[in-house]
């Protein structure tokens, strides 16, 4: 299995403080040693720095933590194999463009896909790699372009994403992130817990470090922070436990469904 | 314009002595300042790195720099903006799967496409910011997935991207690098050159900075390393001037075609 992070805000904000305990579950605190990958989009673009080294060693790790990257959606990765060799191309997030806007996407856990699954020749996307993961994000955004030719109004993309995953979730355990630089959708199957951060704004500790952040001297009023994970990364503050089948989706570091 | 960075080789090689005159470019030996980018080909995978800080001065440059990723299949790119803002959107090498296979592309010039090959709604590949460049590549895309419906022969496709690449630079100054991660295809419009080392190796020494690099210490006989770029970067080596028009294509570190 493996570890997911994400964040929505309604104001570039940077994620070295989340990404610091974070990153130390690949292979220091915890053992998902077999590469990461975060994803920042910034206004309409993203970048993705990936490695197959774990995070708590790789030097893209230390770049990350020191160049405080700001960013209104992120999604961030470490893995323990399961399908699929340690390699770049098996290494999340995952990213493909449709109806011109970068899509990302990130899974925890383990699908065993009927052949139907597959999107081989002919098909518009396709997965590079060998994982069970990008096989999933290929097929779901290959319904999606099925469905609408242009995005369409959020609540019917996620109404659509909402009945793409239930049939995929029925094939093993799905916890993923996905976003398209302006929603972030949360699914959980097993292990999910998210916090939204607002005024007035606190102190928090990490779980994975003794490392604390007084979020009030770095923040303004109207700042709205959501932060997802597979588990909490803080000890001293109220995170929320997803439930299992539950997809949410945040904008502006809301909930908005 | 922007000047590109292309390496081709049979064995995965590392550009860090390249990359150290080329990132010059940007903002201190030359005036390219409005961002770059550097993609690698790893096995099947790829990682792409941006940035729209100058590339003599970027944290991710330093980290390319230090972090010496070995690749067989490498494209670079430092841009002076002549088509839309300045920011990561904007920003090469340009990156799309095609037939399970990633693709990466970088542009130097500046393109006037006529309406006929804007990609808007329904088109599989359009794209997320705003350059010509970009548009020209999700065209070239659009064009080779409607011909095949799976990877061809490297013979057939490079007959296909001479083809739609001849109908693009009509329309303006196409100097650009292409990439599957298996070819490296070069047209050359204004400015391109290139080199390929083998054995014997010599030492090479860069034209933008006092740095100098034995081959023959880093390298085994059967090596083979092409190196495309807009201008020469080594003052003591003979670097071939590709003709106007003309579009080469490197598998294995050799000349393809």
């Known amino acids: 299995m493996c570890q997911l992070l994400g964040m929505n805000c309604n104001t570039p904000t940077d994620i070295v403080f989340s990404f610091e305990g974070f990153r130390r579950r690949g292979g220091l605190t915890d053992e998902h040693a077999d590469g990461w990958g975060i994803a ?3 206004d309409d673009g993203c970048r993705v720095f990936l490695d197959y080294l774990p995070s708590a060693t790789s030097p893209v790790a230390e770049l990350v933590r020191n160049y405080p990257i700001k960013s209104r959606n992120v999604i961030a990765h470490i893995r323990k194999a399961t399908q699929g060799k340690v390699s770049l ?39 590079v790699g060998t994982t069970d993961s990008e096989q999933a994000f290929c097929w779901l955004l290959n319904q999606l ?12 993309l996620t109404d659509a994403v909402r009945e793409l995953t239930a049939e995929l979730a029925g094939h093993g355990t799905f916890n993923f992130l996905l976003s398209n630089g302006k929603a972030l959708f949360a699914h959980c199957a097993t292990n999910l817990y998210y ?3 607002k005024a007035p704004f606190n102190t928090a500790h990490l779980s994975d470090a003794d ?14 922070v ?3 994970a597979t588990q909490p990364l803080t000890d001293n503050e109220q995170w929320t436990r997803m439930g299992a089948g539950e997809l949410l989706v945040f904008t502006e570091g809301r909930l908005a469904s």
């Open 40 to 42: 920042f989009f910034e």
């Open 226 to 228: 959501a932060v997802i």
């Open 211 to 224: 490392v604390t952040v007084d979020f009030s001297q770095v923040t303004t009023p109207n700042d709205r």
């Open 145 to 156: 372009a099925a469905r609408f030719a242009r995005a369409p109004e959020l609540a019917e």
């Open 89 to 127: 191309a098996n290494t999340h997030p995952f990213r493909r463009e449709l109806w011109g806007q970068d899509w990302l996407f990130a899974h925890n856990g383990n699908l065993s896909l009927p052949e139907s699954f597959a999107c081989t020749q002919g098909c518009r996307f396709q997965r």
């Open 195 to 197: 916090i939204v951060r």
